[in-house]
T-cell receptor, first 115, second 116 residues
């Protein structure tokens, strides 16, 4: 069965601090996809990144970076030099190829970045 | 181009009434999802449509919930005999589903349902 755990419910940082959002997943499938989405205060979820299970290469996009480790079933997200505009709820999600096409989302981590 | 649109944006109804929520996906997107997000909670999968295939209804919480997708485009989520616990934001998403590939989902703004 699919499961996504985001243990951090809320994180509060001061602007310019680095912050890491944790995501741990469970799956029996060997082929799966992992995602991160951002939900700003305006409400609409925005896609950030997708990773498939065969690609463990870490990725950096500007101030954002993702660390995918199959050995620990984790797909953590780091924001470097956080900014107030990064304040949002961040969701990690998992789709198993063998589990139909539904996507299971974690409970989300609410990030507050204070000026 | 237009994104995913949902209507109404807000719906207040009385317990026991039926409601219909509408989703217009991005043109050309073959996959359509419905989720429910309760206050301060994560997203709960409800149902998934892909092309002409039978929908995955495994997330529907009860038989009061149903959804259809007409012509492979617009979708309607219907909740019959609404209960107060149905109060939530209902989100629709669409994606360009390719064979053996999971593409990102594009979300609509949601419909906030309040059952009094």
């Amino acid at each position: 069965a699919q499961k996504v755990t985001q243990a951090q419910t809320e994180i509060s940082v001061v602007e310019k601090e680095d912050v890491t959002l944790d995501c741990v997943y469970e799956t029996r499938d060997t082929t799966y996809y992992l995602f991160w989405y951002k939900q700003p205060p305006s409400g609409e979820l925005v896609f950030l990144i997708r990773r498939n299970s065969f690609d463990e290469q870490n990725e950096i996009s500007g101030r954002y970076s993702w660390n995918f480790q199959k050995s620990t079933s984790s797909f953590n997200f780091t924001i470097t030099a956080s900014q107030v505009v990064d304040s949002a709820v961040y969701f990690c999600a998992l789709s198993e190829v063998g589990g139909g096409f539904k996507t299971i989302f974690g409970a989300g981590t609410r990030l507050f970045v204070k000026a | 181009g237009a994104g995913v649109s949902q209507s109404p944006s807000n719906k207040v109804t009385e317990k026991g009434k039926d409601v219909e929520l509408r989703c217009d996906p991005i043109s050309g997107h073959t996959a359509l999802y419905w989720y429910r997000q309760s206050l301060g909670q994560g997203l709960e999968f409800l149902i998934y449509f892909q092309g002409n295939s039978a929908p995955d209804k495994s997330g529907l919480p009860s038989d009061r919930f149903s959804a259809e997708r007409t012509g492979g485009s617009v979708s309607t989520l219907t909740i019959q005999r609404t209960q107060q616990e149905d109060s939530a934001v209902y989100l629709c998403a669409s994606s360009l589903r390719r064979r053996s590939s999971y593409n990102e989902q594009f979300f609509g703004p949601g419909t906030r349902l309040t059952v009094l």
